[in-house]
C-alpha cells in the first residue's frame, strides 16, 4: 500500500529579546524608514544569554511532539535545517536528539541556506514514503545574530534569530507532498557567503581583522535571482501536483523582503490574501523562515485542514525549493469528530472534499505507477540500444 508523509504537530520558538529598527538606528547608520520600505521588517528577534540554535530546536520540537502527542522515543529521524549549528562540530542534530530524549532516532544536520527547511521536509516525507521510517522530526533554525556583522548596514538589519519545527508521521491516505521541486545554481555561490573561518581560509587574525567570519551579501544579485525562482518554481510545483490555481489556498514564501514576495505575488496574479507574510516581525530567518510562517498562518487561522499550501525558499548556494502540501493534520476519521466548533456544513462538506481529494491523487498515483510499469522496458531496450 502506498504510504503518505502527513504533518501532525507542528511548534515555534523565537528569543524573548526584540530588536527593533529604532535599536539599529543607534547601533549603526539606518533608519526605520530606509529598513521598512526597501524590506518590509520592523523587529527580529535575537538570542539572548543561554539561548543557541539548540535551545530554540528544542522548544519547537517538544511543542510539535505535543501536538501530535508523540513522545521523543517514538520518533525515527531528526532533521535540522541549519546554516548556523551550536559548533562546526558535533552536528547540532545530534546534541538535540539526546536533549529531547529521542532515544530511538538517527539525526543529521543540513545546510542548504534559507531553503534547508523545504529540503528536509521533501527527505523526511521520502523516508517515509519508502517505509523506513514512521515518524520524523524536520526542524528549521537559525541563530544568525551570531553571524551578521553589527557593523555592516547592509546586512545587519536584515537577519533575524528563531526556530519552526513540524513532524512528518506515516499515513495511509493520500495527503502531505503532492509535488515538488529542489534546485540549486551553484555558480552564484559566492552571493551569499562568509569568506573566512571555513577550510578554504580558516579562522586567524586576518580572518578576525577583516570580519571575514561574517555573512556577506550581494543582495541585488539574490534580489533577481529570488523573484524570478519564486515565479518559476511555484508555477512548475502547482503545475506537477494536477491542481490548478483555484485549489490554492495559501503560499508560503521564505521571508527575506516584503519586496520579494510582493513582486512575485504581482506576477503570479496571486491575490494578497494568499501569500502569508510574516517578515515585519522576524526579518531574514533564513531556513526557519518557511516553518514559522506556517505556524504563525495556523495561529492566524489562515490555513485549515484540507486546504492546499505552497511552500517556497531561496538563498544560500544558490538554492531553490518548493512544493505543494495537502494540509490535513487529523486523520479523516479524527477530523470528522474534531468538529465541534464548526457549523453543521462544516462536518457533511470536509469529509466529501477530503474524499473526492483523496481518489483524485490515489488515481493520479495509480496512473504515473501504471506509466512507470509500462515505460520501464521501453527505457531498457533503449539504454541496451544506445550501448550497443
Ligand atoms: O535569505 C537569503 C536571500 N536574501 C535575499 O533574498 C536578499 C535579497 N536582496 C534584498 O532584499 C535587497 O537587495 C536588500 C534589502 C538587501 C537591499 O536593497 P536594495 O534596494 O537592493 O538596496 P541597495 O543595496 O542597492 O542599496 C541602496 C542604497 C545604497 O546607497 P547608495 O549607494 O544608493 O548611496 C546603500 O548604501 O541604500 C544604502 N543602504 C542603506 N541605507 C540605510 C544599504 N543598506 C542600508 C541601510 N540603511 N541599512
Not at 134 to 139: D, I, K, M, T, Y
Not at 168 to 193: H, K
Not at 220 to 244: H, Y
Request: glycine fraction near 8%; charged fraction near 25%; include cysteine.
Amino acid at each position: 500500500m502506498k504510504r503518505y508523509g502527513r504533518i501532525t504537530g507542528w511548534g515555534k520558538s523565537v528569543p524573548a529579546r526584540v530588536l527593533t529598527n529604532f535599536d539599529l538606528e543607534q547601533m549603526v547608520d539606518t533608519s526605520d524608514e530606509w529598513i521598512v520600505t526597501r524590506t518590509g521588517i520592523r523587529e527580529r528577534h535575537v538570542v539572548g544569554p543561554g539561548e543557541t540554535t539548540a535551545t530554540m530546536s528544542l522548544e519547537a520540537c517538544r511543542k510539535a511532539l505535543e501536538q501530535a502527542r508523540v513522545s521523543p522515543e517514538e520518533v525515527d529521524l531528526i532533521i535540522i535545517a541549519t546554516s548556523t549549528p551550536d559548533y562546526l562540530c558535533p552536528p547540532v542534530s545530534s546534541m538535540v536528539q539526546d536533549q529531547l530524549g529521542a532515544t530511538r532516532a538517527g539525526a543529521f544536520t543540513l545546510v542548504a541556506g534559507c531553503t534547508g527547511f523545504v529540503y528536509g521536509l521533501v527527505t523526511a516525507s521520502q523516508f517515509i514514503e519508502t517505509g523506513l521510517y514512521e515518524r520524523v522530526l524536520v526542524v528549521g533554525v537559525e541563530t544568525l545574530s551570531k553571524a551578521v556583522d553589527w557593523t555592516d548596514r547592509a546586512t545587519c538589519v536584515l537577519f533575524g534569530d528563531g526556530c519552526g519545527a513540524v513532524l512528518v508521521e506515516a499515513s495511509d491516505t493520500p495527503t502531505g507532498i503532492l509535488s515538488c521541486e529542489l534546485g540549486s545554481d551553484g555558480s552564484d555561490w559566492d552571493a551569499l557567503m562568509a569568506p573566512g573561518g571555513g577550510c578554504v581560509k580558516p579562522f586567524s587574525e586576518e580572518v578576525l581583522h577583516n570580519r571575514e567570519h561574517y555573512l556577506r551579501m550581494d543582495g541585488k544579485r539574490i534580489f533577481k535571482f529570488a523573484t524570478r525562482k519564486m515565479t518559476e518554481a511555484v508555477t512548475n510545483v502547482v503545475r506537477a501536483s494536477g491542481l490548478s490555481w483555484d485549489d490554492i489556498d495559501l503560499i508560503i514564501p521564505h521571508q527575506a523582503n516584503a519586496r520579494i514576495t510582493d513582486l512575485a505575488m504581482r506576477r503570479l496574479g496571486v491575490e494578497p490574501e494568499k501569500m502569508m507574510v510574516n517578515v515585519e516581525r522576524y526579518g531574514n530567518t533564513s531556513a526557519a523562515s518557511i516553518p514559522l510562517a506556517l505556524c504563525d498562518a495556523l495561529e492566524e487561522g489562515r490555513l485549515q485542514s484540507g486546504d492546499h499550501v505552497v511552500l517556497i525558499g531561496f538563498g544560500a548556494g544558490l538554492t531553490w525549493g518548493a512544493a505543494v502540501l495537502h494540509w490535513q493534520p487529523e486523520s479523516e476519521v479524527e477530523e470528522l469528530i474534531n468538529v465541534e466548533d464548526s457549523p453543521l456544513l462544516a462536518s457533511l462538506f470536509k469529509p466529501v472534499r477530503n474524499a473526492v481529494w483523496s481518489t483524485q491523487v490515489a488515481a493520479r498515483a495509480r496512473l504515473q505507477d501504471m506509466t512507470m510499469a509500462a515505460m520501464t522496458p521501453i527505457y531498457r531496450l533503449q539504454r541496451r540500444i544506445m550501448r550497443k
